[in-house]
Nanobody, 122 residues
């Protein structure tokens, strides 16, 4: 049974940096894509970034290109989201997810973490 657990959220000021971690366990995720999403109360989730576990191919939302970096550590079974030059509009609950071959931007994920709150103050 696979499991994803996020950590690293908190309160920062605009312009600061923060790194989120997502530890994957319980099964092999070799042919999975991992993604980070941002969710606001009573709103649809927003895709942030994705990475393929096997070859490291990445993809980013336009809103975070040049500011956020998604990466992985195969030995630690961990996916990271490094967030730089944070803005107040980056505030939300960030969660990681995993789906076979390609991250789903709509619909249910095969695996999803509980999420971690990121708050960016002005």
């Amino acid at each position: 049974q696979g499991q994803l657990v996020e950590s690293g959220g908190g309160l920062v000021q605009a312009g600061d940096s923060m790194t989120l971690s997502c530890v994957a366990s319980g099964r092999s995720f070799n042919m999975y894509a991992f993604g980070w999403f941002r969710q606001y109360p009573a709103k649809e989730r927003e895709f942030i970034a994705s990475i393929m576990w096997n070859d490291g191919t990445t993809d980013y939302a336009d809103s975070v290109k040049g500011r956020f970096i998604i990466s992985k550590d195969n030995t630690e079974n961990t996916v990271y989201l490094q967030m730089n030059s944070l803005k107040t509009e980056d505030t939300g609950v960030y969660y990681c997810a995993a789906d076979p071959l390609r991250i789903r931007r709509v619909g249910r994920h095969d695996y999803r973490g509980q999420g971690t709150q990121v708050t960016v103050s002005s």
